[in-house]
């Protein structure tokens, strides 16, 4: 069993569409996260959701919008996608053991052609 | 969060114990010192942490200095799946549902045979 599963892990697409990244977890964990690698690795936050609702938004441009139906998901749609998008997207949730560890899925690569 | 300093690069041959060094110079007395690792082309993992005592695990050891200025990740013996980028984060526990996880660029250790 997967505990944060995204889909799809892989993504080609042309630049001006729109499209939507998954993320599902099976912890019970509270607060779920979306955080974006860029060509030179860096590994930045985008938005963390608690229960449902926006917590965080790293001034991330309105063209991202996270939704979550419900705690267990949190999912990533985007408008209007550019070059730069170009990226590997990794949602992620909270534990609530002594570390909060945080539990990352094994990411979604979209490429903006 | 403190910034955290990391050498860059590591080699360490396979069977050895590597040790991965991490400066936290300006820590404060309530933040905790947490291991993250990302191996290729996966989401990043948690290894350990702490906040002054030594910690052990089943992946690794964590030694923090006295004056909480510096810490060790160890792995004891490492194994060419143990080839990986590092992250040593300084923060304190999630005591909020706005808390987050600020990776910095990390130590890529190279294990060979």
């Known amino acids: 069993d997967t505990a944060v599963s995204q889909t799809p892990k892989y993504l080609v697409t042309q630049m001006g569409n729109d499209k939507s990244i998954k993320c599902e977890q099976n912890l019970g964990h509270d607060t779920m996260y979306w955080y974006k690698q860029d060509s030179k690795k860096f590994l930045k936050i985008m938005f963390s959701y608690n229960n449902k609702e926006l917590i965080i938004n790293e001034t991330v441009p309105n063209r991202f919008s996270p939704k979550s139906p419900d705690k267990a998901h949190l999912n990533l749609h985007i408008n209007s996608l550019e070059l730069g998008d170009s990226a590997v997207y990794f949602c992620?949730?909270?534990?609530?053991?002594?570390?909060?560890?945080?539990?990352f899925g094994e990411g979604s690569w979209l490429t903006v052609v | 969060d403190a910034k955290t300093t990391q050498p860059p690069s590591m080699d360490c041959a396979e069977g050895r114990a590597a040790n991965l060094p991490c400066n936290h110079s300006t820590i404060s007395g309530n933040e905790y010192v947490y291991w993250y690792r990302q191996i290729h082309s996966q989401g990043p993992q948690y290894i350990i942490h702490g906040l002054k005592n030594n910690e052990t695990n089943e992946m690794a050891s964590l030694i923090i200095t006295e004056d909480r200025k510096s810490s060790t990740l160890i792995l004891p013996h490492a194994t060419l799946r143990d080839t990986a980028v590092y992250y040593c984060i300084v923060r304190v526990a999630f005591t909020g549902t706005a808390s987050k996880l600020t990776f910095g660029t990390g130590t890529r250790l190279q294990v060979t045979l």
């Open positions: 992620a949730s909270r534990g609530t053991d002594s570390g909060n560890t945080i539990y």
